[in-house]
């Protein structure tokens, strides 16, 4: 399993970002799919996940402000950040988990700075 993601970039705060991660198979295949965080010199954090039925959960630091989905067709987990926060500053991993084993993506840096 692959998972690539991609979208991430320099944004200043307030700005807004849509990070993609695609899967090497169907993400029907995937019980839930979602992104992590790791900031300089901090552990890794959760952010948002989406099952295969489409229900989603994020950590309360983003609530509100990110939006996680997925395209089906494309095998595609999509993750739309608003009002952006220099405290979002991080490299975002997504994951997808199946059958017990858990696959990551290679990492996306965020940059929120004016």
């Known amino acids: 399993v692959q998972l690539q993601a991609s979208g991430g970039g320099l944004v200043q705060p307030g700005g807004s970002l849509r990070l993609s991660c695609a899967a090497s198979?169907?993400?029907?295949?995937?019980?839930?799919m979602g992104w992590y965080r790791q900031a300089p010199g901090k552990q890794r954090e959760f952010v948002a996940t989406i099952t295969t039925d489409g229900n989603t959960n994020y950590a309360g630091s983003v609530k509100g402000r990110f939006s996680i989905s997925k395209d089906n067709a494309k095998n595609t987990v999509y993750m739309q950040m608003n009002s952006l926060k220099p405290g979002d500053t991080a490299v975002y991993y997504c994951?997808?988990?199946?059958?017990?084993?858990?696959?990551w993506g290679q990492g996306a840096q965020v940059t929120v700075s004016s």
């Open positions: 198979e169907s993400v029907f295949s995937f019980t839930v």
């Open positions: 994951f997808a988990d199946r059958n017990y084993a858990q696959y």
